[in-house]
C-alpha cells in the first residue's frame, strides 16, 4: 500500500485496508499497526491530514506495545508531516523533536530529510519563503536526488507544495521537474511555470501544443489542433458535438 499512497491511489488504498481488516488480528500489536498506518496514507492522500496524523499516532502506541522500533519512528515522523499540512504547527514541531529523539544514536538518526521537508513546509506556511528556499536548496532537493531513504515519501501532498515553491523561486529546476516525474506528483494549481506538464496548450497569441512525450505528426495531428481550437474558443465544456 506504500505504492498507493506514494500515486495518490485512493481507490486503491481503500481495497487493501478494507482486505487488511478483513484478516486483522485484533491481539497482535504490530498488525494494528500497521493497519493504521494504512489508515494515515489513506486519510493523507484524501486531504483528510489531521485524521491522517491521528492514525498515526495511533499505530505508533500499538508498535510502542509491540517493541516495533522502527515504525514508531517512521509513525512520528508521518504524524508530524500530516499535522504540519493540516496547519497545526506546534504540534507538528512537537512530534518531530519527538522523532529526532527516538532516533538519536541509532541508524535511523540521519532522518535529515523528513526532518527538513517538514521544517521547509512550516517556514512556508508561515510565510518564511527564504528559509524554506534554503531548507529545499541544502537538504530537500540534493537528499532525493541520492535516493536517500526517507518516511515521507508516503505523503505526496508535502512534496507537490514543497517542489512548487522550489520551481517558483527557481531553484535547481531541471531536478525538481525530474523529482516530480519520478515521484508522479500532481500539480496543486495550473498557474506553476515550470511545472513538467505532460501536455500545454497554449490559447493566448500563436495556438500551440506542448507534448512532453507525444510528438503527433501529419494530417491527424492537424484536424486535432482544429477540434481543441474550436472546444477552447466555446468556452471548453458543453459544446454542441455538431
Not at 481507490?11 to 494515515?40: C, P, Q, Y
Not at 519512528?73 to 504540519?84: G, N, P
Not at 541544502?138 to 541520492?146: D, F, T
Not at 506538464?197 to 497554449?202: Q, S, T
Request: aromatic share 8%.
Amino acid at each position: 500500500m506504500s505504492v498507493m499512497a506514494q500515486l495518490g491511489d485512493i481507490e486503491g488504498l481503500k481495497h487493501g485496508i478494507a482486505s487488511m481488516e478483513r484478516v486483522l488480528d485484533t491481539s497482535r500489536h504490530l498488525d494494528i499497526g500497521l493497519f493504521n498506518f494504512g489508515r494515515a496514507n489513506l486519510y493523507g492522500v484524501s486531504g483528510e491530514f489531521a485524521q491522517a496524523a491521528r492514525c498515526a499516532l495511533e499505530g505508533k502506541q500499538y508498535q510502542e506495545k509491540g517493541g516495533m522500533f522502527f515504525a514508531q519512528c517512521a509513525l512520528t515522523i508521518l504524524a508530524a508531516a500530516h499535522f504540519s499540512l493540516a496547519d497545526d504547527i506546534p504540534r507538528a514541531l512537537a512530534l518531530l523533536a519527538e522523532a529526532k529523539a527516538l532516533a538519536e544514536d541509532t541508524y535511523l538518526a540521519g532522518c535529515e530529510l523528513d526532518a527538513a521537508a517538514i521544517k521547509a513546509l512550516v517556514a512556508l506556511r508561515q510565510g518564511d519563503h527564504e528559509q524554506c528556499g534554503r531548507l529545499l536548496r541544502s537538504v530537500v532537493v540534493p537528499q532525493q536526488l541520492q535516493n536517500t531513504h526517507y518516511f515521507t515519501r508516503y505523503i505526496p501532498a508535502l512534496y507537490t507544495e514543497l517542489f512548487s515553491e522550489a520551481l517558483r523561486q527557481g531553484i535547481e529546476i531541471d531536478a525538481v521537474r525530474a523529482l516530480i516525474r519520478r515521484c508522479r506528483l500532481k500539480p496543486a494549481s495550473s498557474d506553476i511555470e515550470h511545472w513538467p506538464w505532460l501536455v500545454k496548450i497554449r490559447a493566448f497569441g500563436d495556438f500551440s501544443v506542448e507534448a512532453s512525450t507525444i510528438k503527433p505528426r501529419g494530417k491527424p495531428h492537424y484536424r486535432l489542433l482544429e477540434f481543441m481550437k474550436v472546444l477552447i474558443a466555446f468556452g471548453g465544456s458543453g459544446v454542441n458535438a455538431t
